[in-house]
Structure formats: structure tokens, C-alpha cells
């Protein structure tokens, strides 16, 4: 009993297991060699294998791919996703060279690619056996390819007209195969073979074709859909799917419904479906019947008409700031009139409803966000959803108050640059430069690198003030800045020099004190450069804050000086100054008084020597005054007898001199006397008186004037009375 019951448990589990078998189709196993069948070595190569499968059930299935070489597993591996496969060869040597095949089992039903392979003609012509040449479509031909006289490792491959159908290789020279033949008609099959001889390789020519003709298997699906034409959008489409001139044996096949790649629904003899059919959804449906190695396909497509246009979502105004009152108008502009009208369309917001208020049918009014935002509105009737597109809104930042600035150094009477610039705002920006309120120049900023710059010139300091920037994105909206603040330079006026003391008024002397001044108007600091006679004057200690200072003049300083004031705008010179050392008064007064002592020094050595050397002993005999020698001076002479009882006395009378006639004539005249000696002892009746000598000193030079005449004799003695 209890056995029984274990048995009838295990049944129980094995029809439950095949009634939840799920229901899948592999439409198709393919191989692809890349980058090419035919490749050079070292070349990197990757096998791709590539499955279409179908299934009704929305959980993944498990796949296993197998690669094959010559026939040879040489790589496996189970996936759940519906990638391709990838089997790479990383620098392709000879060794690598082979028939590559793709196999692919899902829950025990396995299908193989077609093989490819490279190939090479050279050895004895193949021969091929068919066991048969007639057969029924699904069925199987064996062939043998033959290798006349050819040993060694050699591969056969068969072709299907230029189709490779399958390939192996074999220790020996025939190789035997089965062909699966797909569709009906004649086909036309021929074999080749390569033998492998060290690392050479030879490929015969083809054999002869044998022709192989495949009978259709009667059994066809059937797809039937209604309604079939005048369908809309919403529309329900009923969908069934059979097998026609069924055979006893057509029973183990399987029909598949699918639209387009999605599997709708699949079963044994008959399967049908409903749907709702879209615009936007492929309708091509297919009814699929597989038998083992045969597959029938029968594929409709009907014609979906649009019920209603995908909305669009359109934002009012165009151009729209942070913060800003925006109005989101979602709109379907077209849709069957017939079917609906414009009170069956339902619209809805479908992203950020928050904030958002319906004012009315498919209008919804609220305020812009700080950041960018994408948004997207739904149109609804009859069953159908439709979205619009995303529509991005980037609102816009308000601009603010522009900064003014100058760019460079601003000097009066020349050309500067003014600066705008607004820390905050979107592109673009319209820039106004206002002088005294007054609109004067433009300046439109598109580009983020641009700078609103305005060329402008002032006649004054204060001018500059007078300037302010106006900035704007948007037309109802202006920002004011500040008034222009700067440091204008002046430039500098040309110098003025003068002095003190004023030199029209005045000499000056050595010893005396003198300032050069330089004076000029303009904008500080200012710098000063002294010069005399074209070189530059380096001396510290004669620089001050107000000029150019000479404690105490020499002859030295006198020269022509000029100076060079700058400042930041400009470098000017003034006019030549001649200043004019005289010598000093005391010097002067050393002078004169050396000329005038130094003649009567002379003049008194003279007189002191004379008397030294003469006594007061004798009368006097006659007194001569010195004259000019002229034609006469001989009979002068000889009046006088040399007596030697007669002495001369010398008697220096001053005159008074003419003042019309310094420095014509200078000196002294000369008065000699005559003193007669008496016998000694005797008496002289003539009374003569006393004699003497009397000096006279004639005028003295003009003062500063020391000439040598001074001291010279160069007149005769006049006689006197």
C-alpha cells in the first residue's frame, strides 16, 4: 500500500514539472568570425555567438552555449542574459586555424550554428556517396566524402552550393555525415577535404554534386486576426493561431503567437490571443509551428491608426527667470473625431506635479525652480497613454547691479577704458554707459569671455564721477551701478624755475646762499631731476623738498641749470636758468688795497734810502726839476760844469694829477738842488739858508688798478727857481 502510494506521488510530480515547463522558441543560432575568416597571424580574433530566442514567460532562461573547434568542445559557458557569446583568440597562431561551431541548449533543446572555416585547394579530387537521394522534408541524408589515396589527418567539409552544411576531421581518408536539409526543392551538395601535413595545409578541388531533392511537409500554421483592417488606437485585436492539414505525426510539434520579438502566447494544435493595438507598437504578429528539425512560419501585419496625436508640452512665456510665473500648456493637437472628442482627452502632469495648479484642461499654471528641470505631461483616452516629450526648462538668473571699474591708468585728456560687469546673470547682457544720467554707448555680452568695455576721454578730475553702468537680461528690468570712483592723473604742466633770492634783483657772490626752484601743476607724487649744463646733478645733500639748495655758492656753481619734473602720465623740462657767481667783496677789497700799499711800500724804501746815503753839509747851488728828455737836453746838460765842489740834492715835490690823465701818467718829479761848498774857513756873501730834502709823493692809482709806473723814473728834473 504504501508503495502505491509513493508511486502515484512520483507521477503526480512528473506532470506537474511538464505542465510547468515554460514555453520558449529558438529562432536561430548563428557564428560570426571577426574580423574576418581569412586573417594574418598575430591577429586578435573573437568568435561571436549569436541566439534568437523567444519566450512567453518573463523570467530569463538559462542558457548554455557551447564552442566548438573541429567538432571539439572547446568552450562552455551558461548565461542568463541574451548577449552574444564571446570566445576570444588573442593573437591567432596556426594551431588556431579550424572549424569553428556555436551550440546552444535551453531546458534539454539544443541548436547549432553553421560552421566556418578557412580552406586550400591542391590534393586529388574528393569523391561523395549519398545513401539517398530523395526524402521528405525534416528527414536526414547521410553522405560520405572519400579522399582517394590521401592519408594522413585530413578534414572533410560539406557544402550546400557554396553553404558549408558541416566539417570534421578524421585519421584517415573518407568521412561520413548527416545533412539536415531545411526547405523543400533540389539541392545541390559536393564535399571537399584538407589534408594537414606538418604545418602545411592542402585543400582539394570539389567532388562531384549530387543532387538531392527534399519534398514539402504539407503540414502549415495558420494566423488569423480580427478585425483585421479599420483599426484604431485602443482597438482590441483577437488573435488565433492553428495548424492546417495537421499529419498523425504533426501532434509532437508546437505553435508560438508573437508580436513582433515578444512572445504573446504558445500551445499545441491552437492558441489565441487578444490585444490592444497600438500605434507606437510594431503590429506584425507571427504564428511559428516547430517539429523537430522543421519550422513553419506565417507572419500579418495590419495597419494601426492614430486615435489621438502625442501631446506636447509647451511653456508660456518663452524666455522665463528664477522664481518667475510660468504656464505648462499640454496639448494633443490631432484626433479622431469620429472616435473621441476633445472632452475624452485627459491630460496630466507626469513629472513635479508639486506646485503646479490646473487651471484648466491640459493647462497647468506655477513658478520656475531655482536649478534646471525637465518636464513631461500624459494624454489619456480610451485605454491609451501617450507622453510627450521632455521639455527642459532652464530659467534664467536675473542680472545684478553691475560693478564699474577703469581699466589702465585714466589721465586727463586721454583716451581710458570703463569697465561694466555684472557678477550674476544669464547671457545675454545689454550694457549702457550713463554720463550724468545720459545714455551713451551699448555694449550687448553673448559670450561668456566678453567684457562690456567703453572708450572715454575727461577734461577734468571730477568728470570721471559723472559716469555710471546700467545693466540688463530682461526688457522690464534695469540694475544701476555706483558712480565711477578713481584716481585720474593730471599731467604735468611745463616747469617754471626761479629763484630765491630773485637773481633779476640781486648778484650773487661767493659764499651766498641760493635755492632753485621748480615749479609745475599736476597730479602728485611728482618727481624732480636738476641738471647743469645738459649732466645730470647727483648730489644728495643740495636736494630738499622744494629744490635745488646751495648753502654756500663757489665760482664753480655758476652755469646754465634747468629741470625735469614727472609724474605717472608725462615727464616735462623746463627752460634754461644762467646763474652768475661774482667774487667775494672781501677778496675784491684785497685786491685794491694790495695795489695801492704795494707802490708807496715801494716809493717810502726808495725815499729812506736816498737820505741814508746823503748828508746836509752844503748850500745850495741850484735846484732842477725832472723833465721829459727832448731835442734840448743836451744844452741842458752842458750848463752844469762838472764841478766837484758842487752836490745835487734830490727833492721830491708831490703834484697834483689830473684825473683826465690817470692812468696816462703816474709817479713822481724829481727837484734837484744845487749846493755850492765854501773854502773851508771861508765866508760865502751869498745867503742860500738851509738845505733839505723834501719828498714828494705824487697820486695814488685807482683803486683795484696797481700799475707798474708806479714806481718808475722814467722823467727828466725840471730846474726850479
Not at 544669464?426 to 561668456?448: D, E, M, Q, W
Request: proline letters at 6%; aromatic letters at 8%; a negative charge.
Amino acid at each position: 500500500m504504501g508503495l502505491l502510494l509513493l508511486l502515484t506521488c512520483s507521477l503526480l510530480s512528473s506532470c506537474s514539472v511538464v505542465h510547468a515547463q515554460r514555453k520558449f522558441t529558438i529562432r536561430s543560432v548563428e557564428l560570426f568570425i571577426e574580423p574576418h575568416v581569412n586573417v594574418t597571424r598575430g591577429t586578435n580574433v573573437t568568435v561571436r555567438c549569436r541566439a534568437l530566442v523567444s519566450s512567453l514567460d518573463q523570467e530569463p532562461l538559462s542558457r548554455e552555449y557551447v564552442i566548438y573547434k573541429d567538432n571539439k568542445n572547446v568552450y562552455t559557458k551558461t548565461s542568463i542574459t541574451p548577449e552574444d557569446l564571446l570566445y576570444p583568440l588573442p593573437h591567432a597562431r596556426v594551431a588556431n586555424t579550424g572549424n569553428y561551431r556555436c551550440g546552444i541548449t535551453i531546458e534539454g533543446k539544443r541548436i547549432k550554428s553553421e560552421d566556418k572555416k578557412l580552406t586550400v585547394t591542391g590534393l586529388s579530387k574528393p569523391v561523395l556517396r549519398l545513401n539517398n537521394t530523395e526524402v521528405t522534408e525534416g528527414d536526414e541524408v547521410t553522405a560520405k566524402c572519400e579522399a582517394p589515396g590521401e592519408t594522413g589527418s585530413i578534414f572533410f567539409s560539406f557544402y550546400e552550393g557554396s553553404k558549408v552544411i558541416t566539417e570534421s576531421g578524421v585519421n584517415g581518408n573518407q568521412l561520413e555525415a548527416q545533412l539536415p536539409l531545411s526547405s523543400t526543392g533540389t539541392h545541390t551538395l559536393h564535399c571537399t577535404y584538407v589534408v594537414f601535413i606538418m604545418q602545411d595545409l592542402f585543400k582539394s578541388e570539389e567532388s562531384d554534386a549530387v543532387h538531392v531533392t527534399v519534398r514539402e511537409f504539407t503540414s502549415t500554421p495558420v494566423l488569423e486576426i480580427y478585425p483585421l483592417s479599420d483599426v484604431y488606437e485602443g482597438d482590441r485585436l483577437n488573435l488565433l493561431c492553428t495548424i492546417r492539414n495537421p499529419l498523425l505525426d504533426s501532434k509532437s510539434g508546437y505553435l508560438y503567437l508573437s508580436q513582433g520579438m515578444t512572445m504573446l502566447t504558445a500551445g499545441v494544435s491552437a492558441v489565441n490571443y487578444t490585444v490592444v493595438a497600438k500605434s507606437h507598437v510594431p503590429a506584425e504578429f507571427e504564428c511559428r509551428f516547430e517539429m523537430g528539425r522543421i519550422e513553419k512560419v506565417t507572419t500579418k501585419q495590419i495597419a494601426v491608426t492614430e486615435l489621438f496625436s502625442v501631446p506636447k508640452l509647451t511653456i508660456s512665456p518663452a524666455e522665463v527667470f528664477q522664481g518667475d510665473n510660468i504656464t505648462l500648456t499640454c496639448r494633443s493637437e490631432i484626433y479622431v473625431p469620429g472616435r473621441i472628442n476633445n472632452r475624452d482627452l485627459i491630460y496630466s502632469l507626469s513629472s513635479f506635479r508639486e506646485g503646479f495648479t490646473k487651471m484648466s484642461p491640459g493647462v497647468f499654471s506655477g513658478r520656475t525652480l531655482p536649478y534646471e528641470f525637465n518636464y513631461t505631461c500624459a494624454a489619456q483616452a480610451r485605454g491609451v497613454l501617450k507622453e510627450s516629450q521632455i521639455l527642459t526648462v532652464l530659467p534664467k538668473v536675473s542680472v545684478s547691479a553691475p560693478e564699474i571699474s577703469v581699466l589702465g591708468l585714466p589721465v586727463v585728456g586721454r583716451t581710458f577704458q570703463i569697465l561694466c560687469h555684472s557678477a550674476v546673470g544669464s547671457l545675454p547682457i545689454s550694457y549702457t554707459l550713463l554720463k550724468n544720467g545720459v545714455p551713451l554707448k551699448p555694449f550687448r555680452v553673448t559670450l561668456p569671455w566678453q567684457k562690456a568695455t567703453f572708450p572715454v576721454s575727461i577734461s577734468s578730475p571730477q568728470e570721471i564721477n559723472s559716469y555710471r553702468c546700467q545693466a540688463k537680461n530682461r526688457n522690464e528690468v534695469e540694475q544701476h551701478s555706483n558712480s565711477l570712483n578713481a584716481t585720474v592723473i593730471v599731467p604735468l604742466t611745463k616747469p617754471t624755475l626761479f629763484t630765491h633770492p630773485n637773481l633779476t634783483q640781486t648778484y650773487l657772490y661767493e659764499g651766498n646762499e641760493l635755492l632753485l626752484i621748480c615749479e609745475v601743476t599736476g597730479s602728485p607724487p611728482v618727481t624732480y631731476q636738476w641738471y647743469r649744463g645738459g649732466r645730470r646733478l647727483t648730489s644728495a645733500s643740495n636736494l630738499s623738498s622744494v629744490g635745488y639748495h646751495f648753502q654756500r655758492l663757489s665760482k664753480e656753481d655758476g652755469g646754465s641749470y634747468h629741470c625735469e619734473a614727472g609724474n605717472e602720465a608725462s615727464v616735462v623740462r623746463s627752460e634754461a636758468l644762467t646763474v652768475e657767481v661774482y667774487t667775494a667783496i672781501w677778496k675784491q677789497a684785497l685786491i685794491v688795497g694790495a695795489c695801492v700799499l704795494l707802490p708807496a711800500a715801494l716809493v717810502l724804501g726808495c725815499v729812506l734810502y736816498f737820505k741814508s746815503k746823503r748828508g746836509l753839509d752844503g748850500a745850495v747851488v741850484s735846484v732842477w726839476t725832472e723833465r721829459p728828455p727832448d731835442a734840448g737836453d743836451d744844452d741842458v746838460s752842458n750848463v752844469v760844469p762838472p764841478d766837484p765842489d758842487v752836490e745835487y740834492t734830490e727833492v721830491v715835490h708831490p703834484h697834483s694829477m689830473d684825473p683826465a690823465r690817470v692812468p696816462l701818467r703816474k709817479g713822481t718829479d724829481t727837484v734837484y738842488s744845487e749846493l755850492k761848498n765854501a773854502p773851508h774857513g771861508a765866508a760865502d756873501h751869498h745867503d742860500y739858508g738851509s738845505l733839505e730834502y723834501a719828498g714828494l709823493n705824487g697820486e695814488q692809482p685807482e683803486v683795484g688798478h696797481c700799475s707798474p709806473e708806479v714806481n718808475g723814473y722814467h722823467d727828466l728834473p725840471e730846474p726850479v727857481d
